[in-house]
């Protein structure tokens, strides 16, 4: 066993990598990986061991053993350099799995052992004995035990808890490497210009990250500007960063909750991979409730249009998932994700592509009723006829109802002085269409009184809109014509001036 483990940490420690040739570093971090979990399963003292590859990786990376990281950077060799981090990383995270391990054992023991004190009360009762007396005593044995044992228990939680939070990355062998991990994911003044040694030292960060809460807290804002910072070819740092914020979310959800819109702001990226990994991710962390549903879902609702069929199917189903829920939050953030898209200026069939979808899910007559009322309000709320225009589509995709159609009318100050446009008129010809064909008969004249009212305030529109057209004309020709005038009378001044100045000359 000795010797198979020996022979698993010089596998972890990579001395047969060369130094000049990138492949064979490539090849090595899942020998790597493999090995370091062999020990773990195998050894009866994996940190020990863990300890050792660290001391001789260090050497082999350093030159020099156990004595400090600094060194200059002809002295380093960046692949020796990604192959440490990788091994550190991995370490910390198995040592993090190790030690909780340790803990539900130990758990599993206590366990066990007041069971069988408590099977050991049990047979004492169906003794001959007084069994009064003896229920008595065994009932206070098994209630003192069973203190002991959750104390007990609530202490070693207590121990696991410090042994992640500050023995692992803080006080051990492994912590001292830290200092050295930021440095170089920071890449202050682009001294680091090998991609495998950025990408090796970033997840190993990562894992550290993963295992102290104070020092993930620390280092998110390093991690975000990484990922905002790094180069566009970089497409596998972007999504190991993305990837491993997603399990951050889930250790620390409190740290990562200030982050998020960053986060969503992934959703924008050039490049298909890393819009897919954003979505995947936020999508297992919404699912799961780990990241609340806000506005900015409306990111993920681009996405229903995206150009890749993988991203516009995991965006529906997404959806598809909400709306089972009983809060329907789809519906709660229809007219925020409809305000923000309008100022996102998508195009206008792809808008309405995605309304559509989203619309489907507003199944309840109330859940119509409400959004009609929420949408008449947008209206006097933005300037931009545009925006008008999306609103009153969306007005299309209600389904009708009595109610509905009285909400509208009763809302008619909203939104009458959009009607001028063409398109915010069409929607509400529309929706009158449809009002016709389905009102009863104790609607019609509702329906005629908004149908009045419409055709009138359209029409009041566009005679405003002439008369102002005029208005504006007959200001531009008053403005040249005074222009004009005004380069007239300085020119006779001009002229003026230099007959002056030729009769005095003439004088003389």
């Known amino acids: 066993l000795e010797q198979i483990i020996d022979r698993l940490c010089r596998i972890a420690m990579g001395e047969w990598c060369l130094d000049k040739n990138i492949t064979d570093t490539q090849c090595w971090f899942a020998a790597a990986e493999q090995a370091i979990d062999a020990i773990f399963e195998i050894s009866a003292e994996p940190e020990k061991e863990s300890a050792k590859i660290i001391k001789g990786m260090e050497a082999m990376a350093f030159g020099m053993s156990g004595r400090g990281v600094e060194v200059s950077k002809k002295t380093c060799c960046s692949l020796r350099l990604a192959r440490f981090f990788f091994v550190v990383g991995h370490i910390a995270v198995k040592l993090l799995v190790y030690t909780e391990a340790l803990s539900i054992s130990l758990r599993r023991a206590n366990a066990a052992k007041s069971l069988s004190k408590q099977e050991s009360a049990d047979k004492a009762k169906s003794s001959d004995n ?66 495998i040694l950025m990408q090796s030292a970033t997840l190993a960060l990562c894992k550290l990250m993963c295992i102290s809460g104070v020092f993930c807290e620390k280092n998110l804002p390093l991690l975000f500007r990484a990922l905002s910072k790094a180069p566009v070819k970089e497409t596998t740092l972007k999504s190991n960063i993305i990837i491993a914020l997603g399990d951050l979310a889930f250790r620390f959800p409190n740290a990562v909750e200030p982050y998020t819109p960053m986060l969503y702001a992934c959703l924008n990226d050039s490049v298909t991979s890393v819009r897919r990994h954003t979505l995947m991710v ?38 598809h998932e909400l709306s089972k829920r009983s809060n329907n939050p789809i519906y709660n953030l229809l ?25 489907s899910f507003v199944k309840k007559d109330r ?14 709320t933005t300037e931009s006829i545009s925006q008008k225009s999306d609103f009153a589509f969306c007005l299309t995709q209600l389904k009708l109802n009595d109610k509905v159609i009285k909400n509208l009318n009763d809302h008619f100050n909203c939104y009458k002085d959009s009607l001028f446009d063409d398109d915010v008129f069409k929607s509400f010809t529309s929706i009158l269409s449809k ?48 222009a004009r005038k005004g380069r007239e ?4 001044d001009t002229c003026e001036r230099g007959y002056e100045r030729d009769c005095k000359t003439d004088c003389t």
């Not at 859940?367 to 006097?380: A, I, S």
């Open 435 to 482: 009002a016709k064909k389905l009102a009863r008969s104790e609607m019609k004249e509702v329906i005629e009184e908004w149908e009045t009212r419409l055709k009138q305030e359209n029409s009041n529109g566009l005679e405003n809109m002439t008369a102002e057209a005029k208005s504006k004309a007959a200001k531009a020709k008053a403005k040249a014509r005074k």
């Open 367 to 380: 859940q119509n009723e409400m959004l009609v009322e929420k949408l008449c309000q947008r209206f006097p």
């Open 282 to 319: 936020l999508t297992h962390l919404i699912l799961n409730d780990m990241v609340k549903v806000k506005g900015q879902v409306c990111e993920i609702a681009v996405c229903l249009e995206d150009k890749e069929p993988r991203i516009r199917d995991m965006s529906r189903l997404l959806f």
């Open 489 to 492: 009378n300085s020119l006779d």
């Open 335 to 359: 007219p925020d994700i409809i305000s923000r898209m309008g100022l996102m200026g998508i195009e206008k069939e792809k808008f309405r592509n995605i309304m559509s979808f989203l619309f």
């Open 130 to 195: 007084d069994e009064a007396k003896i229920k008595e005593d065994s009932d206070e044995d098994i209630e003192a035990e069973l203190g002991l044992a959750a104390q007990a228990e609530a202490e070693t939680e207590k121990k696991v808890a410090d042994i992640a939070e500050n023995e692992i990355v803080e006080r051990g062998l492994i912590g001292l490497f830290s200092p050295l991990l930021v440095r170089i994911v920071a890449n202050e003044g682009l001294m680091h210009s090998s991609s």
